[in-house]
């Protein structure tokens, strides 16, 4: 059993051994588990794939290494590249033309943004600046000023702003300042596994940080990944992931700073324009990771008592969530999947069913 932990900003970490099992050969070479590990996204990247002659696996995960350099370099708000040209010319108010991958990842953001009611906002770049979590490292300093805070939400900036014309973008509201922190990684995850499965790889497990994308399986058995519990150093729970299921975490508990006794999350409630509260740790389990990624955030945000209708209108039906009291929520088709840690969950977990009868905000046409 090969187990993995979830942070939202951690490294993947190997907690039980991995089984032994056969071996194919191609040219005399023998197959291997072969595993490499990238900085990108302010996080360490690992891909690991299974079954396949080292020297293939090595040109594969590489193909896969340059897709997500090239998502780290594009997609980044804060250095120069396509992004940041991109909120150069919106904060100027004119359009910008930008690659079609860039395009399809800000249409799908707009969407996932739209139907969780702005919940999930990739447009609050200004804000996650001045809280100083646009750093790979953690912010120094005290926190910004109420008044500071109160002028950016003022602003209104939302993902909901942004027109395109095929691969033109403009935006009706020049506050908007895109940061894709919060679900480029699970779209970046997707892309480098269509890179490793054109390259011939079938079987592989992709890390970054809080998120995993898995291909096939792990031999006869699929892919195993612990969720990790946020109050202290082991897990909560275990999950089989099938082939091509995503599992994206997001929680305080890894990117954050304190002052004056209070933490400080780099998740942050585009309504208020302050960090989130009330819980700890959300895990979505779906077949889409950047919709997972983005609906861990935006979960996160809704809170105990909104999340289960957030979780419908954005189409994710696999949740756990835990709230900083210690209370353990899973919809039934997350406890389904769950595999408690040895010892049993820590909390008593609460069946949430989610409601059927949620309609998706209508979202802006072009």
């Known amino acids: 059993m090969r187990t993995v932990t979830l942070p939202r900003r951690a490294f993947l970490a190997t907690l039980a051994a991995l089984a032994l099992g056969g071996v194919a050969a191609l040219r005399l070479e023998p197959a291997s588990d072969v595993r490499e590990t990238f900085y990108l996204f302010g996080t360490l990247v690992e891909i690991e794939t299974h079954g396949v002659p080292e020297r293939m696996a090595r040109a594969a995960i590489a193909r896969a290494g340059q897709s997500l350099e090239a998502a780290h370099r594009d997609w980044h708000g804060w250095r120069p590249g396509e992004l940041g040209t991109l909120n150069t010319a919106i904060a100027a108010g004119r359009p910008q033309r930008v690659d079609a991958t860039l395009a399809a990842l800000l249409r799908k953001g707009r969407a996932l943004s739209c139907a969780s009611g702005g919940l999930f906002d990739p447009a609050i770049g200004r ?161 889409d990771g950047a919709r997972a990624d983005a609906a861990a955030t935006a979960l996160c945000i809704a809170g105990r008592e909104a999340w289960p209708r957030v979780a419908a209108a954005m189409g994710v039906r696999a949740v756990l969530m835990i709230a900083d009291d210690g209370a353990v929520f899973a919809t039934p088709e997350m406890m389904a999947r769950l595999e408690p840690a040895q010892g049993g969950y820590p909390a008593p977990v609460q069946i949430v069913s989610l409601p059927e009868d949620v309609t998706p905000p209508a979202c802006p046409e072009d």
């Open 127 to 287: 804000l996650v600046g001045a809280w100083g979590f646009h750093a790979d490292t953690l912010p120094e300093g005290d926190p910004p000023s109420a008044a500071a805070i109160a002028a950016l939400v003022a602003r209104h900036p939302r993902m909901t702003d942004l027109r395109f014309d095929g691969t033109e973008v403009r935006s009706l509201n020049p506050a908007v300042q895109l940061d894709l922190g919060a679900y480029a990684k699970g779209a970046a995850l997707e892309m480098a596994a269509a890179e490793l499965r054109a390259a011939g790889v079938e079987d592989a497990v992709l890390n970054a940080g809080g998120g995993v994308q898995v291909m096939g399986r792990h031999g006869a058995r699929p892919w195993r990944v612990a969720i990790r519990d946020p109050f202290q150093w082991g897990v909560v729970a275990g999950v089989s992931l099938r082939p091509g299921e995503a599992l994206h975490t997001s929680g305080n508990y890894e990117r954050y700073f304190d002052r004056g006794g209070v933490r400080f999350s780099h998740i942050l409630d585009p309504r208020t324009g302050r960090p989130m509260q009330g819980i700890v740790s959300v895990s979505v389990l779906d077949t």
